[in-house]
């Protein structure tokens, strides 16, 4: 596929820096030091500070949620980032049978540990950029973060284009039909 739109270009990019910034969060090999952390539990930190924004209390059903994970899932990485010290669980003050997230002192430090190293990381990446032209890029990405957000991909019709390349409803389906 040799297409050159914008979109094209975006895509091809998002696709690149999804590899780049998901290779931090693979596990390490064995010769390697261990983290101090997991990756997985940073990005709890992050969920729950991100939900302590909103007037709502943080629950692991919330943190499933931000996370795009299911709440089994969300549920074992929230308990490791409580055995990690970075969360604790505390009894709700609107529910009594219900627990809420909030970060521990830990929990806050590794936050802006963390920020602090991207930033520096990013600041780094577009140091000899004009300024002009990082406020430009930082205006457009946040901006595009934006439309990302209101209005999400409909994985639905993704699934239907893949099922019509495959000239069927079905990976399984298609492949017996084309031999």
Do not use: C
């Not at 970075?86 to 963390?114: F, K, T, Y």
């Not at 300024?131 to 595009?144: P, S």
């Amino acid at each position: 596929m040799n297409d050159v739109t914008p979109a094209a270009a975006i895509d091809v990019a998002l696709l690149r820096l999804r590899r780049i910034w998901s290779r931090p969060l693979r596990a390490r090999k064995a010769a390697e030091a261990q983290r101090p952390v997991q990756m997985s539990a940073v990005m709890v930190v992050h969920a729950v500070h991100r939900l302590s924004l909103e007037p709502a209390e943080v629950t692991v059903g919330a943190v499933a949620e931000q996370l795009d994970v299911d709440p089994s899932t969300a549920s074992r990485l929230v308990n490791e980032a409580i055995g990690s010290g970075l969360v604790e669980r505390e009894e709700s003050e609107i529910d009594a049978r219900r627990a809420r997230l909030v970060l521990s002192a830990p929990g806050r430090r590794v936050l802006e540990a963390v920020a602090g190293y991207r930033r520096a990381y990013l600041d780094g990446l577009i140091a000899d950029w004009d300024r002009r032209d990082r406020e430009d890029f930082a205006r457009l990405l946040t901006r595009f973060a934006e439309a990302v957000t209101a209005r999400p991909a409909d994985v639905s019709r993704l699934d239907e284009a893949i099922a019509e390349a495959l000239g069927s409803g079905g990976p399984g389906e298609g492949a017996a039909t084309r031999r």
